[in-house]
């Protein structure tokens, strides 16, 4: 998909830094995400990635810089950020206990939908993913690909501007990766900013721009294709070791 600076951003992020004590988590990062755009952020563990996302959710106050989001101020606004925005975690995404009804049902009313709008929604989701005869089934006991999928799904269940997906593919097989970005690009051309954490360097490929954060730093952004060229490597992956690991790159 080809992203047009027209659409305006949905993301801008200027110096924005995290400290703790003398520790710098992320130091005087900067960039923008355009308006439909597929983001891949990425970086090794302790790069930063986790703690400049917690910011930009509006669950941790920056120490300096700033960031709007969906167009609101992450420092000063950050209920309206968090009702704007959708969020899937590796870790947490959807109760195990709850069966998949009521699953969308508590998050349809999380997010503010009315019964009917939440009804009209869970239809939709449910014919999509062809979860009719799991409807009342608990989560726990459905497959993870399927868990992954329908996670994605309640995440963006009310239409967010933007939604922060963090490593949500970890630990599903290829074909269900595949079929999970299918909605990753499903969602991007209706118009919601898709912003991404992975450490599939081949899911990198997808993206139409990629971030690369090393020791809390932007050490490169651009498409796919302009890091490649830059950096001398035939995939993202050469090009993150280069980056990441230049030690084991040389």
Not at 6 to 11: E, M, V
Not at 148 to 156: E, H, I, N, W
Not at 183 to 208: K, N, P, R, S, W
Request: charge should be negative; include cysteine.
């Amino acid at each position: 998909m080809t992203v047009s600076p027209d659409h305006g951003h949905a993301i801008e992020v200027r110096g924005l830094t995290r400290r703790f004590g003398t520790f710098t988590a992320v130091d005087a990062i900067t960039f923008d995400v355009a308006a439909g755009e597929v983001f891949g952020f990425l970086g090794a563990n302790g790069a930063g990635k986790t703690t400049a996302i917690r910011m930009l959710i509006g669950l941790l106050a920056p120490s300096a810089g700033s960031a709007r989001v969906a167009g609101f101020d992450v420092s000063t606004e950050a209920e309206q950020v968090k009702r704007n925005i959708g969020y899937m975690s590796q870790r947490f995404s959807l109760y195990e206990d709850l069966t998949v009804r009521e699953n969308i049902t508590l998050y349809g009313g999380i997010y503010g939908l009315s019964d009917g709008a939440i009804a009209e929604r869970m239809a939709s989701l449910v014919e999509r993913l062809d979860l009719g005869r799991d409807l009342d089934t608990r989560v726990k006991s459905i497959p993870l690909g399927w868990k992954q999928k329908l996670a994605f799904s309640v995440a963006v269940l009310h239409d967010p501007k933007v939604v922060f997906l963090d490593e949500p593919t970890g630990g599903v097989d290829p074909i269900t990766r595949r079929q999970f970005w299918e909605l990753i690009y499903a969602t991007a051309e209706q118009g919601t900013t898709v912003f991404v954490t992975t450490h599939y360097m081949d899911e990198a490929e997808y993206c139409d721009r990629v971030s690369i954060m090393v020791d809390g730093r932007i050490a490169a952004l651009g498409t796919p294709a302009e890091l490649k060229a830059r950096f001398g490597g035939e995939t993202i992956d050469d090009v993150f070791v280069r980056l990441a690991r230049p030690g084991a790159a040389a």
